[in-house]
């Protein structure tokens, strides 16, 4: 599909149908949806495309689709549907079960995936004392564990409760695909090696070591997909802005020491700043260079 621009690929066809009538009641913009096969799974997975010709509404296509996925069950999407006309006829194909595993396995980029699965997996070893994992992970104690290099990284993928695992999974998995998708896996990777690093330094000088987890990294991925949208929305990696500001609210509730909370609220401020910082660097440079071409 030449001179189209694929804004996702999903195996629930209905969950795209209802974005396809909000998109045409609100644009006039007609979405396409073409079957594509999996040599994973059987079962059938979609993509959606913008057609060359409403190439203009890209950007609002890729924010409309961001907000959607966040509130998808949202009355103004349904009120689209039936306002359109369309949806009796349209899910007649799309009584195929929802499939998680699918969908991470057509939308997740390599990185993220092994980021996700590499994070899982010392999760799982973290449960048998018998592996030490935290004592071989944790930032550095002493000089002598300076030599140990991946401690300045490491920490990240530590968690110490089966909710902050899975709440991190989820913005790295929802940020870091996007990043990687437009940018590539080694933007991603910097925006990891440096927040996760950074991060540990501040919180270590704060806290002392023994710390973990990936919400540095993820309050990084937040902060870099803001400012991006909102400085170079054509690049398609979005975030709304009152995740952000949800997400600065709770970083300033984690540094009221009155609620005595146990949050390494120091690799979230960093990871923030980090975030904010590159994605700034990389569109002030993206921006001078077309000037100059």
């Known amino acids: ?41 059987s079962e059938a997975n979609f993509e959606l495309w913008l057609p060359a010709q409403f190439a203009q509404f890209e950007e609002q296509v890729i924010n409309a689709f961001t907000e959607y996925q966040l ?16 949806t009796g006829h349209q899910f007649v194909k799309s009584q195929s079960k929802y ?43 002493s000089n002598a564990q300076y030599s140990e290099f991946w401690r300045f990284i490491s920490h990240a993928f530590l968690h110490f409760s089966l909710l902050h695992l899975v709440v991190n999974l989820m913005w790295l998995w929802y940020l870091g695909n996007q990043v990687e998708l437009r ?10 090696i440096l927040s996760a690093a950074l991060g540990g330094y501040g919180q270590n000088l704060t806290t002392g070591p023994y710390f973990g987890g990936l919400s540095g990294v993820v309050y990084a991925l937040t902060g870099f997909c803001w400012l991006y949208g909102v400085m170079a929305p054509n690049k398609r990696i979005h975030l709304p802005t009152p995740i952000l500001v949800f997400s600065v609210i709770w970083l300033l509730i984690g540094n009221a020491t009155f609620l005595n909370l146990s949050l390494a609220n120091t690799v979230h401020v960093v990871g923030l700043a980090v975030g904010l910082f ?7 440079w993206m921006k001078r260079y077309q000037q100059k071409s």
Request: aromatic fraction near 12%; glycine fraction near 4%; proline fraction near 3%.
């Open 278 to 284: 590159m994605a700034f660097i990389d569109i002030l």
């Open 99 to 141: 499939s998680l595993i699918a969908d991470l396995k057509m939308q997740a980029r390599p990185l993220t995936l092994a980021l996700l699965m590499l994070t899982v997996s010392i999760y799982i070893l973290q449960q048998f004392e018998f592996f030490n994992i935290n004592s071989l992970l944790f930032y550095p104690e």
């Open 1 to 41: 599909m030449q001179g189209h621009i694929c804004v996702c690929v999903s195996s629930n066809q209905r969950f795209l149908l209802i974005f396809v009538d909000y998109i045409l009641r609100e644009y006039e913009v007609q979405l396409q949806i073409k079957q594509v096969n999996d040599a994973f799974s």
């Open 183 to 192: 940018l590539g896996a080694l933007k991603l990777l910097s925006i990891f």
């Open 71 to 86: 509130a998808p069950t949202h009355q103004k999407y349904l009120l689209a549907s039936w306002g359109v006309g369309k």
